[in-house]
């Protein structure tokens, strides 16, 4: 059911920018497999060109709704001891997480 | 009726002839005997749902019933929070979350009387058509247990399809409720996009993500949909009409009702023909009982698996940068940085069709490609929801096969995602154009169940529900049970 045409477009070096991007760190084998599939769902996806959508308004969702306006009234959030509870490290009601900055900066 | 749909439970219990514990009880024992062997359940609440039945039970005697759902059990798909309860997502990096909150799903059942009994196996994140891409091991087909059960809620199908809950609640974003029926034997719905509230649904792609319940029959389907629908503020996209009045619409009429076939679904090299001898059977019945059919037109239809890969894998790509391992779910261990931390926690966390998806939809999200596919996608959209409105203005429903084929063997398609994706060619249109839809039992090939899928027009689930009734009160169907049933 593929398109005949089917030539991968998209190369290693795309994958490995991508799995940049969204903070993926992938094994050879893998970048090589993703390529492989991502190459067939692209080029599969690729038969949407031949639709002339020339002026057809982009639709971000199926049923149009008006941002909803509430009063602006402060309302009981979730409790702290509730929001870290779930955190691989907190401290008290921080997160903890790695050094971000490094010494030189303070 | 038997104790295993949620029509005979409400009337054993109404009759005094069973106890919400008894039910509890039973339901715990199935779920723990043939829910493990399927795997399909994987989490009980054995402690809280007893209690839980035991308070239904003292409603019951003061005749404070709050609705049909009193004292019935049933397991929410693995991506609903409970507060207090896990939720996993099927997923290493959700493996030790614990919901911190109730989501609307656990408040409107519980509001409803019904005893949350544990949670069903899922696609990881719900990204999949077969339940196989789950850290807890793939479901099973009760109808033959080499086969899968469809996916993604594909341990909600089989709750119900093997008796071991009366219903229960999945999620749909490309067809996830209404294959994994089809495949089951059971009835799947999705609402219309923004019927039930999203809040507390781990978000897989939020534009077309919708809740819905599996059941025996469509009349139970309606208790649960007027349970669980409903405007939510937490929910932005929560639409403001209030839940449906939908049993009263059940009346076994369908006189004059206008049934569309869509060409495109009926053209060779579509649907496997047992598939579709067994809907247009189905479709005869409803002519006999008096609805007119008309042949529509959705000339998109063979463009809509390619639109909604695109905007569905984009939407999650962003809905999954959340899991970064700082405020939840699993954080790498000795890394030197938190770039290292963010990369690591989730290389080790996703699972691969997860990855798969987030590299697609980051891929069609980022500069360079952004017009030529998420753009052009979202334009396709608006063409699509055009062909359902062009369609609508002849009919009232529109009916087809829920699934191009009967449930196949499980490892079959892990290798080749082309081809499992194009398999949803008749479900995705619905979550792009925020149609409901229903999958109907409405026959059998090879032994296993077939799915008629009614699409109806946007806030119009009474009209679906109305036209599955009436057929399953002139067949029988769905009161096929697979083997091994109780």
Same mark, same amino acid.
């Given at each position: ?21 969204? /903070? ?45 306006? /509430? ?36 | ?13 109404? *009759? ?53 759902? @009193? ?23 959700? @493996? ?13 059942? @519980? ?36 086969? %899968? ?208 998806? $987030?590299?697609?939809? %980051? ?36 009916? !087809? ?5 009967? *449930?196949?063997?499980? !490892? *079959? ?40 899928? $009614? ?32």
């Amino acid at each position: 059911m593929l398109a005949l045409c089917a030539m991968s477009r998209i190369t290693r070096e795309d994958v490995e920018r991508t799995a940049d991007l969204a /903070r993926l760190s992938l094994s050879k084998d893998e970048i090589e497999a993703m390529t492989h599939e991502l190459g067939q769902i692209l080029d599969h996806v690729e038969q949407l060109q031949a639709l002339d959508t020339e002026g057809i308004e982009p639709t971000a969702h199926a049923i149009p709704l008006a941002t909803p306006l /509430r009063p602006d009234r402060a309302s009981p959030g979730i409790d702290p001891d509730l929001a870290v509870a779930n955190a691989p490290a907190s401290d008290g009601h921080a997160f903890v997480v790695p050094k971000v900055i490094d010494g030189e900066e303070g | 009726m038997k104790l295993e749909s949620l029509e005979g439970q409400r009337a054993a219990l109404d *009759a005094s002839e069973v106890s919400s514990v008894e039910l509890v009880e039973s339901a715990l024992v199935r779920a723990e005997g043939a829910g493990a062997d399927l795997g399909a359940i994987v989490g009980l609440r054995a402690e809280a749902a007893l209690a839980a039945a035991a308070g239904s039970d003292a409603r019951r005697r003061a005749e404070e019933l709050r609705s049909p759902l @009193e004292g019935a059990p049933v397991v929410l798909k693995d991506n609903m929070v409970q507060k207090g309860e896990p939720t996993t997502c099927a997923s290493r990096i959700l @493996e030790s979350f614990v919901s911190p909150y109730d989501g609307a799903m656990a408040e409107r059942l @519980e509001a409803a009387g019904a005893i949350i009994l544990g949670r069903a196996n899922m696609d990881e994140f719900a990204m999949g058509s077969t339940t196989e891409n789950s850290t807890f091991g793939p479901a099973r087909n009760p109808w033959d247990t080499s086969r %899968t059960t469809g996916g993604s809620s594909g341990g909600s199908a089989v709750a119900v399809s093997a008796g071991i809950t009366g219903f229960s609640l999945g999620s749909d974003t490309g067809g996830s409720i209404r294959q994994p029926a089809s495949f089951c034997g059971v009835v799947g719905m999705k609402p219309t996009y923004g019927r039930v509230s999203r809040w507390g649904l781990v978000a897989f792609a939020s534009s077309l993500d919708q809740i819905g319940p599996f059941t025996h029959s469509a009349r139970e389907a309606a208790w649960v949909l007027e349970a669980i629908a409903g405007h939510d503020p937490r929910d932005s996209t929560s639409l403001p009409e209030p839940a449906p009045a939908l049993e009263s619409a059940l009346t076994g009429d369908v006189k004059g009702l206008r049934i569309g076939l869509p060409r495109e679904y009926f053209v060779d090299q579509g649907a496997e023909p047992g598939v579709v001898e067994a809907v247009r059977g189905a479709v005869s019945e409803l002519e006999s009982a008096g609805a007119k059919v008309v042949e529509v037109a959705l000339p998109h239809t063979p463009y809509v698996v390619s639109t909604y890969y695109l905007v569905a894998t984009a939407e999650a790509s962003s809905n999954l940068a959340r899991f970064d391992g700082v405020r939840y779910g699993r954080r790498a261990e000795n890394v030197k940085d938190l770039d290292e931390m963010y990369r690591r926690s989730r290389s080790e966390g996703f699972g691969r069709e997860v990855k798969r998806r $987030i590299l697609l939809g %980051t891929y069609v999200l980022s500069a360079g490609y952004f017009d030529a596919y998420y753009r052009k996608a979202q334009q396709v959209r608006t063409l699509v929801r055009g062909d359902f409105d062009r369609a609508f203005e002849a009919c009232d429903v529109i009916v !087809g096969p829920t699934y191009p084929e009967v *449930a196949f063997p499980i !490892g *079959a398609r892990m290798d080749d995602p082309v081809s499992l994706y194009l398999g949803d060619i008749y479900t995705v249109s619905a979550n792009l154009a925020g149609l409901p839809g229903i999958s109907v039992p409405c026959g059998q090939h090879q032994g296993m169940p077939v799915g008629m899928q $009614i699409l109806g027009r946007p806030l119009d689930e009474a009209t679906l529900l109305r036209v599955a009734d009436a057929f399953q009160r002139r067949t029988d169907h769905h009161e096929h049970r697979p083997p091994g049933s109780p």
